[in-house]
């Protein structure tokens, strides 16, 4: 293996953080071109199968993780899952920051129609969303953070599909718009003389 | 079940929930009148008879539920908005509810995919623990020379315990009205035409000088030296003495 290769496996290991390119290359002082050229390297050397680290782009930079195949192992020795459950309520939450942020707690709340307080606390509790600034209304903006992009194996936000996917065709919508009018309207006539 | 078939008996309407929308839209009810607490406590009752929660359903209804409070508080609330909202036609009412309902509804789809997408991530490890001390700290042999000398931590800290100079604060005016001296006019005033105009008192004055002779007003009204009324909101109040003898009698 090269020795910048080499160098760049001893940052992975050292940094609790994935490390970018730019990172990376300031910290070795070679260009990008052959800090790329070196992680491919290291993908190589780290291919699963070979290693009992994988060498992975996620967060938008580089990271040493474990193999899944110790993933046994590795509860038994730290004591913990991976990751706690997440309600219904915490997702929910989350999907909200992650498409909208910086989003405040009160448009969060305005969103779900219901208090947000709960939610945001605990997604606060394990670092996946972190405060960012305030609004104009001084109200507390939040962002997801880096952890929560490791968690759900995103590269960057920009990796979440389009929300409007999910969105009802335009027939249907105009359907559930009539469904409150017409339905209350024929029903209004049946009982008035 | 839909909760636009939930069945409601309250005091101004007995339907389903979904006519009782439609007329609060149309305004054929009157949102005021309307106890939304009554139709919350329904739908508990509902739930508690199915026996299960059915959470689309639960949803839905909180979210209409909570369009309501909103109209409804905005009605309640004597602003520029209410006019607006009360010139809303139903259907855009309607839309405004819907586009609620729709919000929800994306991230609720959202929060779905989310949930899929940590469940088919790889079951792998990232390392978590922050860089071990020695490898944060830096040595004190490192460290520039002299940084520790006790002497230069000792000024450094004693530059903290030291208190700043007292700020001069003798060009600021603090406006200095008391209860007492507007009792003391409004007394006086009154004791010459036994009749006033709170406007004509405060005349020219500051808001602190306008709020303390308020004050001074509901006190003199606590002794019943004065009364004083006002025909409508925001016009004049007049003060009149209740009776030279009670003045008088606590001079």
């Known amino acids: 293996m090269s020795e910048l290769a080499r160098t760049i496996e001893a940052l992975l290991f050292l940094s609790s953080e994935p490390l970018s390119v730019a990172e990376l290359s300031a910290a070795s002082g070679a260009s990008d071109d052959v800090v790329e050229a070196a992680l ?68 969060i709340a305005r969103i779900r129609g219901v208090n947000a307080e709960s939610p945001v606390a605990s997604l606060l509790d394990r670092g996946l969303v972190s405060e960012s600034g305030r609004s104009e209304f001084g109200a507390v903006l939040y962002r997801t953070t880096a952890l929560f992009l490791k968690l759900f194996d995103l590269q960057s936000l920009e990796d979440l599909p389009d929300p409007a996917q999910w969105d009802p065709t335009p027939e249907q919508r105009s359907d559930l718009r009539e469904r409150l009018l017409a339905a209350g309207e024929a029903r209004a006539g049946a009982s008035s003389p | 079940m839909r909760i636009a078939e939930l069945e409601l008996d309250l005091d101004v309407f007995s339907g389903p929930f979904d006519l009782l929308l439609t007329l609060v839209l149309r305004e054929e009810v009157d949102l005021r009148e309307l106890s939304l607490a009554e139709v919350v406590i329904s739908y508990i009752d509902h739930l508690e008879a199915r026996g299960e929660l059915e959470l689309e359903a639960t949803t839905e209804f909180i979210v209409l539920v909570a369009a309501l409070l909103e109209l409804k508080s905005r009605l309640l609330l004597p602003d520029g908005d209410a006019e607006e909202l009360l010139e809303l036609e139903p259907a855009e009412a309607a839309e405004e509810l819907l586009a609620r309902m729709l919000d929800a509804r994306r991230y609720r789809s959202a929060a779905a995919h989310l949930a899929e997408l940590l469940a088919l991530a790889p079951e792998v490890r990232y390392r978590e623990a922050p860089l071990p001390p020695e490898l944060r700290r830096i040595d004190l042999e490192q460290a520039p020379a002299g940084l520790w000398d006790p002497a230069i931590l000792g000024r450094a800290l004693g530059d903290l315990l030291t208190l700043p100079a007292r700020l001069d604060l003798s060009h600021v005016l603090v406006a200095r009205v008391s209860v007492a001296e507007r009792i003391a006019l409004l007394r006086r005033l009154l004791r010459k035409g036994g009749e006033l105009s709170f406007d004509e008192v ?49 001079r």
């Open chain 1, 40 to 107: 491919a390297e290291l993908a190589e050397a780290f291919a699963p199968g070979r290693r009992g680290l994988l060498l992975r782009e996620v967060a938008g930079g580089y990271t040493l993780a474990s193999d899944p195949v110790a993933e046994d192992a590795a509860r038994e020795l730290l004591g913990r899952p991976r990751h706690g459950a997440l309600t219904p309520a915490q997702l929910e939450t989350l999907a909200i920051v992650a498409y909208l942020e910086p989003v405040s707690r009160p448009e």
């Open chain 2, 202 to 250: 405060v005349e020219g004055d500051d808001r602190m000088t306008v709020a303390i002779t308020l004050f001074a007003l509901l006190e003199l009204y606590k002794r019943g030296e004065v009364s004083w009324e006002q025909p409508k909101s925001f016009g004049e109040i007049t003060v009149r003495a209740a009776g030279r003898a009670a003045v008088g009698g606590r």
